[in-house]
T-cell receptor, first 111, second 112 residues
Framework: DTAVSQTPKYLVTQMGNDKSIKCEQN?????MYWYKQDSKKFLKIMFS???????INETVPNRFSPKSPDKAHLNLHINSLELGDSAVYFC??????????FGNGTRLTVT | QKEVEQDPGPLSVPEGAIVSLNCTYS??????FMWYRQYSRKGPELLMYTYSSGNKEDGRFTAQVDKSSKYISLFIRDSQPSDSATYLCASFTAQGAQKLVFGQGTRLTINP
C-alpha cells in the first residue's frame, strides 16, 4: 500500500498551459507539503498545509495554487506554465516534529 | 549561504568500503537531523532520524550529529552496490518539520 501517492508520474506540456498534480496520503498525517526538486537535486519547500489550512507559502509565484480538499489530499494547480517550471515536484506528509514521508514525484517538462 | 551545505560529489567507492557522507549547517536552532536516500526517479526515503547531538546506529548505517561544530555525518559500513543513490541531509528546528531544510545531496556510487 503506497503511503504518499502522486499523479501523474510524468507530465509533458507546452508553455502557457495550465496543469494540475494530485497527491493523496493514507498515513493519517495532519500536515502535507509540496516540494520542488531542481536539476541539481536541490529540494525546496513550496507549500505546507496543516489540516487543510495553508501554513507555509515560500515565495512561490502566484501561478502556483495549492488546494487541500481534506487532510489526506493536497493538489497543486499551475497556471500559465513557463520553461523554468520544469522540475520534479514532490508531495510529502508528516506528523508535527516528525520526518517527512515523500511520494515518488511528478516529473514536469515544459516545452 | 545555504542553511545546510553538502558536497554534491559524485562519490565513487568500491564495494565493501566504509563511506562517510557529511553536511554542515549554519542555523544553531536546528534540533532534528535526518538522512534521506533517494534512488533515481524515486522520492526521498527516510534513512536515519536523530534529535540533538549524538550517534545513532541502524544496521550498517550510523548517523552522527555534533552540534558544537554544526556537523552532520552518515557512515555506511560494508557498502553494497544497492547503496548507490543520492543521500540528502536535512534539519529542522523546534518550530516543526514544516521548516525542513535540505542539503543539496551527495551522489554515491558503489562499484562491484
Amino acid at each position: 500500500d503506497t503511503a504518499v501517492s502522486q499523479t501523474p508520474k510524468y507530465l509533458v506540456t507546452q508553455m502557457g498551459n495550465d496543469k494540475s498534480i494530485k497527491c493523496e496520503q493514507n498515513l493519517g498525517h495532519d500536515t502535507m507539503y509540496w516540494y520542488k526538486q531542481d536539476s541539481k537535486k536541490f529540494l525546496k519547500i513550496m507549500f505546507s498545509y496543516n489540516n487543510k489550512e495553508l501554513i507555509i507559502n515560500e515565495t512561490v509565484p502566484n501561478r502556483f495554487s495549492p488546494k487541500s480538499p481534506d487532510k489526506a489530499h493536497l493538489n497543486l494547480h499551475i497556471n500559465s506554465l513557463e520553461l523554468g517550471d520544469s522540475a520534479v515536484y514532490f508531495c510529502a506528509s508528516s506528523d508535527p516534529n516528525s520526518p517527512l514521508h515523500f511520494g515518488n514525484g511528478t516529473r514536469l517538462t515544459v516545452t | 549561504q545555504k542553511e545546510v551545505e553538502q558536497d554534491p560529489g559524485p562519490l565513487s567507492v568500491p564495494e565493501g568500503a566504509i563511506v562517510s557522507l557529511n553536511c554542515t549547517y549554519s542555523n544553531s536552532a536546528f534540533q532534528y537531523f535526518m538522512w534521506y536516500r533517494q534512488y533515481s526517479r524515486k522520492g526521498p526515503e527516510l534513512l536515519m532520524y536523530t534529535y540533538s547531538s549524538g550517534n545513532k546506529e541502524d544496521g550498517r548505517f550510523t548517523a552522527q550529529v555534533d552540534k558544537s561544530s554544526k556537523y552532520i555525518s552518515l557512515f555506511i559500513r560494508d557498502s553494497q552496490p544497492s547503496d548507490s543513490a543520492t543521500y540528502l541531509c536535512a534539519s529542522f528546528t523546534a518550530q516543526g518539520a514544516q521548516k525542513l531544510v535540505f542539503g543539496q545531496g551527495t551522489r554515491l556510487t558503489i562499484n562491484p
